[in-house]
């Protein structure tokens, strides 16, 4: 089992920055890649970004050149890092742990961009 806890999300004007937090314990030496998901209000759950535990990075293309996730293996603990906020950026974001086996998903933390 893995336990994910998200910190960060707030309200934040566009073009300002923020950073998610996702802390992770429990079986934590199974886990392959670590991504940050992000659902809207009416709209489908979406991946924004992930990295794996070599440290290969990916992104969705509406993020590209905005965002930035990494981690930190001391602290098992991922980040991303949100800058150029836009309104089109507001939605609860989601800290996902795949072993290949289970996803295992954080509570959420909402992120809300006001123009």
């Known amino acids: 089992q893995v336990q994910l806890v998200e910190s960060g999300g707030g309200l934040v004007q566009t073009g300002g920055s923020l950073r998610l937090s996702c802390a992770a314990s429990g079986s934590i030496f199974s886990i392959i890649t670590m991504s940050w998901y992000r659902q809207a209000p009416g709209k489908q759950r979406e991946l924004v970004a992930g990295?794996?535990?070599?440290?290969?990075?990916h992104y969705t293309d509406s993020v590209k050149g905005r965002f930035t996730i990494s981690r930190d293996n001391a602290k098992n603990t991922v980040y991303l890092q949100m800058n150029n906020l836009k309104p089109e950026d507001t939605a609860v974001y989601y800290c996902?742990?795949?072993?290949?086996?289970?996803?295992?998903w954080g509570q959420g933390t909402q992120v809300t961009v006001s123009s």
């Open positions: 996902n742990a795949d072993d290949l086996n289970v996803d295992y």
């Open positions: 990295i794996t535990n070599s440290g290969t990075t």
